[in-house]
Nanobody
Framework: QVQLVESGGGSVQAGGSLTLSCAVS???????????MGWFRQAPGKEREGVSC????????AYADSVKGRFTISRDSAKNMLYLQMNSLKPEDTAMYYC?????????????????WGQGTQVTVSS
């Protein structure tokens, strides 16, 4: 069973930065490099949306238009970690952020293709 644990959320003023981390536990029968990963967020009263994704090789990334140029996704295969560097944060970035994994190569922003989810970490950006 794949387990995901997010950390790094918090409260920050607009214009600030945060780095989210996701620790990924993989069954002994597979490896982290067999999973593509994504970051999603859900604000109160809104649907969950894809923020960023990264392919299982790390060679392909994608971002929602709302975060392009401000957020950077990365993965460390040696440590089984996923990161989301968030710069120039805006109040509209306030949400619960989730990491997700799927045993497939492609980077995809659609939530329904992901099989495994973390419990989330809260990001609050004040103006």
């Amino acid at each position: 069973q794949v387990q995901l644990v997010e950390s790094g959320g918090g409260s920050v003023q607009a214009g600030g930065s945060l780095t989210l981390s996701c620790a990924v536990s993989i069954p002994a029968t597979s490896t982290y490099s067999e999973y593509s990963m994504g970051w999603f967020r859900q604000a109160p009263g809104k649907e969950r949306e894809g923020v960023s994704c990264i392919s299982w090789s790390g060679g392909t990334t994608a971002y929602a238009d709302s975060v392009k140029g401000r957020f950077t996704i990365s993965r460390d295969s040696a440590k089984n970690m996923l990161y989301l560097q968030m710069n120039s944060l805006k109040p509209e970035d306030t949400a619960m952020y989730y990491c997700a994994a799927k045993a497939a190569p492609r980077c995809e922003l659609g939530e329904y293709v992901y099989n495994y989810w973390g419990q989330g970490t809260q990001v609050t950006v004040s103006s």
